[in-house]
């Protein structure tokens, strides 16, 4: 007969596979296997899933299933969330042909549990600038640089953004100057 398991061991149980997972994705970081780090992070990041009481919200009226969690529990679960988020970001900078879209997305979850995460300030302002949209870039890339200074790649693309948008300034000058004479 199988024994019943209380949520609560279920619930440290997932937590404790998570970890496991974001351990081997940063040990496939650390040895620059990329890809196979992005799925370990897919793994932690799925075995706490639905324990996020942001989520839950969304899925419990829809049958999804409720646990309580400790305030030690919910902070290890949005610290995994937000480790694995900002290394899958670090990953997908890395890769070959670099997804910005999703650099994006990932940074901007990490953004919203840490507002003043000078890692995902960086990647965010790194991906808005690959995807052109260069005034939430300098956004970004301001407050990182306000965060680390010293930084040399802050400071990259921090200038590459400020000279973009620089020339995109000139370029619509001109344009007006033509219309309106």
Known sequence: MAEKVSSEETVECRIQKALAFKAEGNRCYKDKCFREAIGKYHRALLQVKDLDADALALVQPYGGKMFKLSQ????????????????????????????????????????????????????AGVAFHHLGDYDQALHFLTKAAKKQPSDANVKKYLQQTESKLGSYYQREKKMYKGMFG
């Open 72 to 123: 030690e529990q919910t902070d290890l679960v949005h610290s995994i969330q937000t480790d694995c988020y900002n290394n899958l970001s670090a990953c997908l900078l890395q890769m070959e042909e670099v997804n910005y879209e999703r650099v994006k997305e990932y940074s901007l979850k990490v953004l919203q549990m840490q507002p003043e995460n000078a890692k995902a300030l960086y990647r």
